[in-house]
């Protein structure tokens, strides 16, 4: 019930190609999904963060879709640069219960 | 804005002794701080809940006893590890959820520090 469901595991995408990583969920509590980058060796850093109340949510070259009834939610990276190389988690949490719930991770690669 | 900063980065340690790890948020306060522990190449494991001022809530299978968390204040947090052994060995990981905040639910991590115990 608290899982969140991440694919795919990893990912090679071309420099200038679109890079998407997807999400799913069980927990119909959750109203907060955020993506965080990790780059080997640090901490997380929040990327974009998206509430259920929208569909679609852009900031720069990163994009949440979001699909309320079918419980997912994915991440696209437009025009990828080879600094976009790094471990990509989803998360998702419930209101007034701070705790986040991560999914497992993607690693991707961004090649010239 | 919203950094957090943690100390030390990397600690090496012999089996037995115990270690000190400090998560501060340096420009905001912070009501509820996170401990994180993660194996390489693996995602983020909650281990507990710090709140200022009050007892630390314990995921299910983390030891109270071996992993100690005090929040003395609303820019600090700290996690002990005593007694260290090498299965303890991890990237441990903060987090620190501002006091007042745009979406309340907002988390900003530290950089982690690495634990190796000898």
């Known amino acids: 019930q608290q899982q969140v469901k991440q694919s795919p595991q990893s990912l090679i995408v071309q420099k200038g190609g679109i890079s998407i990583i997807n999400c799913a969920y069980e927990?119909?509590?959750?109203?907060?999904f955020p993506w965080y980058q990790q780059f080997p060796g640090k901490g997380p850093a929040l990327l974009i963060a998206?509430?259920?109340?929208?569909s679609e949510k852009k900031e720069g070259r990163f994009t949440i879709s979001f699909n309320k009834s079918a419980k997912q939610f994915s991440l696209h990276i437009m025009d990828s640069q080879p600094g976009d190389s790094a471990t990509y988690f989803c998360a998702a949490s419930m209101g007034g219960n701070e705790k986040l719930t991560f999914g497992t991770g993607t690693r991707l690669t961004i090649i010239p | 804005g919203a950094v957090v900063s943690q100390h030390p980065s990397w600690v090496i340690c012999k089996s037995g002794t115990s270690v000190k790890i400090e998560c501060r948020s340096l420009?905001?306060?912070?009501?509820?701080m996170f401990w994180y522990r993660q194996f390489p190449k693996q995602s983020l494991m909650l281990m507990a809940t710090?709140?200022?001022?009050?007892?630390?809530?314990?995921e299910q299978g983390v030891e109270k006893d071996k992993f100690l968390i005090n929040h003395a204040s609303l820019t600090l947090s700290t996690l002990t590890v005593t007694s260290a052994h090498p299965e303890d060995s991890s990237f441990y990981i903060c987090?620190?959820?501002?006091?007042?905040?745009?979406?309340?639910?907002?988390?900003?991590f530290g950089p982690g520090t690495r634990l190796l115990v000898l």
């Open positions: 998206i509430r259920p109340d929208v």
């Open positions: 927990n119909t509590a959750f109203d907060y």
């Open positions: 420009d905001f306060q912070a009501t509820t």
């Open positions: 710090s709140n200022e001022g009050s007892k630390a809530t314990y």
């Open positions: 987090s620190a959820r501002p006091l007042t905040s745009g979406g309340q639910e907002t988390q900003y």
